[in-house]
Structures are given as structure tokens and as C-alpha cells.
């Protein structure tokens, strides 16, 4: 029998991705008008930290989730919507990669390379190329706004379905909630 | 056999130090420097620099060296670092535009590794210095050159470059390693034998 929700490993990746993602993109606009300073150096420094770290995360998830079918949409939801949901987490599955990597490239080219957690240098991916890099800092940033973009759709559906229709989309990602919330389990 | 041998003692000598060499061709020479920001090593460079130095590898304590260096010229990495570093918490160009190091003594390590010792100069604040280079000739006749390879352990809050906020060597490393690499020509031909 398919499982009604994710597992324990999938949710944990799920909410600590959405968390370190969150804050990078508060982060990621903040930081970057900022005038140089030492803050404004630990700021990207943290930034860079945080993304690498997404990065990992996301691969972590592609291994577990080969091993580990998603469940089931709820019946109910109309073909469009699963189709658009489909669509919109394949997006996600892209962005998780392509933002991060789009950092670390522009990183790479801009000549400042990046040192996890200020102990494990990491390798640069292209070599320093100023006018590529200003370039890639571009595609980060509109990458990274399409990305806010579609997780804010992703947010909002997720929403609409737990609250609005009531069909238990969410649930299947709340390790909180007891069966008992989802729709199969409902008197 | 005495007799036979201080002669031929003296001729090695003669002609081991028939190389000297004097002046630094700028354009083959480069000054490098690696800053640690966050535990990131950031390259950086001097685009200008002066220096004159006489260097003879059979007595290299009669060596000497006086190196300027135009900090305004200075890449740091990125524009926003180069307008900060010629600020006043830095380098503070506008009232020192130059960081000078002048030698006072030059000591053979053994296999073609010197040590100097001397003095630099930067931002008004005098400190005394070691630095260990290596001696390599390169080319022949009249092509031929000295080249001078050696990293100056350079601590920043030494000399005041990096004050306020800045001077938090946790964000912007204290060491500062300069790495240089100096080509000389001959200072004169000297006859061979």
C-alpha cells in the first residue's frame, strides 16, 4: 500500500530546507546593497554557508527520494492541479540546484572562493572572470527571484488545499499532525 | 701544490662573482598578496612598485635592496575593496602613498635560499622585517637575469592597515603574506675568464 505521507527523512529535509531557503532569500537581498564593512563580509560568508548547505540538503533528498515514493495526491484535487503540482515541484527540484550552484559559480569567477563554514575550501568551479561573474551574479539574482516566486506558489497552494479544500496536502508533510487529520481517517 | 692552488682558489672566486646584478625589470616582476577574509583566501596585487637592489650570489652579505611600492595601485580583488583599502583605516593613500623596504643585512641559508633582514615602511610606522628568498639565474649572455622569489610575512595591525571595525582579524586575517618574485639584470658585465 503507498504510504498516505511522507516519511520522518523527507519531512526533516523538507522543513530544514524551507527554513535555510527562507532566510537565504531575506539574506540574499539584504546583504547585497549593504557598503562594505565586516558585517557585510560575515553576511556573505553565512550566506555562502547556508547555500552549500542547501545544496547537500537538496542532493540528500534526490538519493532518498529515488529510494522512497512520494504519496499519492488526494484523490480529489482535479487533474489540472496535479499536473500544476507536478510541474511546480520538478521547478522546485531544478531551483534547489541552480540557485546554489549559480552562487558558487559567480563566487568562483569573482575570485573569492568559498570555504564552508570557514574550515573546507571548496573548489572553484570556472576560473576568475570578472565579466562573468557579474554576469552569473545577474542570473543568481533573477534565478533566485523566479525561485521566491514559485515557492511562494507552492506556500500558497499548499494553503489553499490544507485550509481552503481541506483535503490534507499539507498534512502529509506536518510530522505534528495525527491520522486523524488526514482526509482517509475523517468520520 | 700550494703554490698551485691559491691561484685556481682565487679564479673560482673571480668568476662565481662576476655575477652581480642591479637593476629590477619592473614588467617581468610581479607583487602578490593573499588577504584571508572569513577564512578565505582572496588574491590580490601591486600594480606599481619601484626597486633597486645589488645582489651578488658569492657574497650575498654584501647585498642590498630598497623596494617602493605604489599602494594606490593596489588590486584587491574586488572595486569595492579597492576603494576601501586606499581609505584612511587602510592604507590612507593620500598621506603615505608609499609602503618602502630598505635592507640592512642579507644572510646565505644554503642552496640558493638567502634571508634578508631590513625595515619596512608603511602608513608612517617603521618595523623590522625577515624575509627569506631563494636566487635563481635565469637566461644567458646578455638576456641573462636573477630572479628573486620570497613570501614577507606581513601582519596588518602592525602597521595600522585595517583600524575601527576593521581591525577584527577574525573577518580580515592579521597575516597578510606579500609574495614576490623580482627580476634583476646584471648590474655590469663583468669580464669572463
Known amino acids: 500500500m503507498t504510504p498516505l505521507r511522507y516519511t520522518r527523512t523527507a ?84 531551483l534547489i540546484f541552480a540557485a546554489p550552484l549559480s552562487g558558487w559559480m559567480m563566487s568562483s569567477a569573482l575570485g573569492f572562493p568559498v570555504v564552508w563554514f570557514g574550515v573546507l575550501p571548496l573548489p572553484d568551479l570556472i576560473g576568475k572572470d570578472k565579466a562573468l561573474g557579474e554576469l552569473l551574479k545577474l542570473v543568481h539574482q533573477y534565478l533566485n527571484y523566479v525561485f521566491l516566486a514559485v515557492v511562494t506558489g507552492h506556500a500558497l497552494a499548499a494553503i489553499k488545499h490544507q485550509w481552503l479544500d481541506r483535503d490534507g496536502t499539507l498534512a502529509r508533510m506536518l510530522p505534528a499532525c495525527t491520522p486523524s487529520d488526514l482526509p482517509e481517517n475523517r468520520p | 701544490m700550494k703554490r698551485l692552488l691559491l691561484p685556481l682558489l682565487l679564479t673560482a672566486a673571480f668568476s662565481a662573482h662576476a655575477v652581480e646584478y642591479g637593476t629590477v625589470l619592473v614588467e617581468k616582476s610581479q607583487i602578490t598578496f ?12 601591486f600594480g606599481k612598485f619601484a626597486a633597486t637592489l645589488s645582489f651578488d650570489p658569492a657574497r650575498p652579505e654584501a647585498g642590498k635592496a630598497q623596494i617602493e611600492v605604489d599602494l594606490a595601485s593596489v588590486d584587491a580583488g574586488s572595486k569595492d575593496a ?4 586606499v ?47 631563494s636566487y635563481k639565474p635565469d637566461g644567458a649572455g646578455s638576456a641573462a637575469t636573477g630572479v628573486f622569489e620570497g613570501v614577507l610575512p606581513l601582519q596588518r595591525t602592525q602597521f595600522g592597515i585595517g583600524e575601527g571595525a576593521w581591525a577584527d582579524t577574525s573577518v580580515v586575517a592579521d597575516e597578510v603574506p606579500i609574495k614576490f618574485r623580482l627580476v634583476a639584470s646584471q648590474a655590469s658585465a663583468a669580464p669572463r675568464k
Open chain 1, 11 to 94: 519531512m526533516l529535509l523538507h522543513w530544514l530546507m524551507a527554513v535555510l531557503i527562507l532566510g537565504m532569500f531575506g539574506l540574499g537581498i539584504y546583504m547585497a546593497d549593504l557598503p562594505l564593512s565586516p558585517q557585510k563580509l560575515k553576511l556573505y560568508s553565512y550566506h555562502k554557508w547556508a547555500g552549500i548547505s542547501v545544496l547537500l540538503l537538496a542532493l540528500a533528498r534526490v538519493a532518498w527520494r529515488i529510494g522512497h515514493a512520494p504519496p499519492p495526491l488526494p484523490a480529489s484535487q482535479p487533474h489540472w492541479q496535479q499536473m500544476a503540482a507536478h510541474a511546480g515541484h520538478g521547478l522546485l527540484y531544478v
Open chain 2, 34 to 45: 593573499t588577504s584571508k577574509q572569513m577564512g578565505v583566501p582572496v588574491d590580490g596585487r
Open chain 2, 82 to 85: 579597492n576603494d576601501e583599502v
Open chain 2, 87 to 133: 581609505s584612511k583605516g587602510w592604507f590612507n593613500v593620500r598621506e603615505f602613498p608609499k609602503a618602502r623596504f630598505v635592507s640592512t643585512s642579507v644572510k646565505a641559508l644554503g642552496n640558493n635560499r638567502f634571508e634578508v633582514k631590513g625595515q619596512m615602511t608603511i602608513k608612517g610606522r617603521t618595523r623590522d622585517m625577515t624575509v627569506p628568498f
